[in-house]
């Protein structure tokens, strides 16, 4: 089982920049491809980057803006993200896929089976 927790959300004016953090803890080994979720207040949950073996892939609403990256002597995944706007605004999930499953984009990602952090909330204001 692999737990993960996320930290660096919080408040920032539009065009302004958050880097989120993600520890992987317990069984990390068996992790290849990690990433990014984001959920907006009534809306579903959003794909937004992924990154392992090799590959990274983007959500074309964040690409450009955010980069995804890890350490991996760390087992720590990172977001930045850089001119953030206000519909930015959401709870932002990191995820694992399980079982050391390849992810070679993020439409495989979003379909894999996967561990889930709590969240952590991220709010753009104008």
Known sequence: QVHLAESG????????SLRLSCELSRDTNSIVSMG???QAP?????GLAVIGGGITSYSESVKGRFTISQD???NTLYLQMNSLKPED????????????IFCPD???FVKAEK???QGTQVTVSS
């Open 9 to 16: 959300g919080g408040s920032v004016q539009a065009g302004g």
């Open 36 to 38: 990014w979720f984001r």
């Open 42 to 46: 009534g809306l579903g949950m959003q």
């Open 72 to 74: 991996n002597a760390k």
């Open 89 to 100: 605004t959401a709870m932002y999930y990191c995820a694992a896929a399980r079982r050391g």
């Open 106 to 108: 993020l439409v495989a």
């Open 115 to 117: 561990y889930w952090g």
